[in-house]
Nanobody
Framework: VQLQASGGGLVQAGGSLRLSCAASGSIFSIATMGWYRQAPGKERELVTIITSGGSPRYADSVKGRFTISRDNAKNAMYLQMNSMKPEDTAAYYC????????????????WGQGTQVTVSS
């Protein structure tokens, strides 16, 4: 099972980007998924999470600007980022808390590769 993040890029302050995270492999179900980010010289931080039932939670710094969503049928997750700020610049990583495979195994704490987001002022 792998996670693949995409959609990063360069955007001006006030602009928008949409990130995607696709999970592939023998997946039966995915529990909570989330987006994290890491800026140069800083620790990785939680941006937002979404439960398997679709309930979101956001870091205070992105509330009202970012929207997380998921499509369980496609094993995919998305992050719509609006009104972006230079402080949103970071590598963004997607995470799956727990994946159940078709064979009944559980995989924990899976990460995708980062996708770089740069917001210019």
């Amino acid at each position: 099972v792998q996670l693949q993040a995409s959609g990063g890029g360069l955007v001006q302050a006030g602009g928008s980007l949409r990130l995607s995270c696709a999970a592939s492999g023998s997946i039966f179900s995915i529990a909570t998924m989330g987006w994290y980010r890491q800026a140069p010289g800083k620790e990785r931080e939680l941006v937002t999470i979404i439960t398997s039932g679709g309930s979101p939670r956001y870091a205070d710094s992105v509330k009202g600007r970012f929207t997380i969503s998921r499509d369980n049928a496609k094993n995919a997750m998305y992050l719509q980022m609006n009104s972006m700020k230079p402080e949103d610049t970071a590598a963004y990583y997607c995470n799956a808390e727990r994946v159940r495979t078709h064979s009944g195994n559980f995989l924990w704490d899976l990460w995708g590769q980062g996708t770089q987001v740069t917001v210019s002022s």
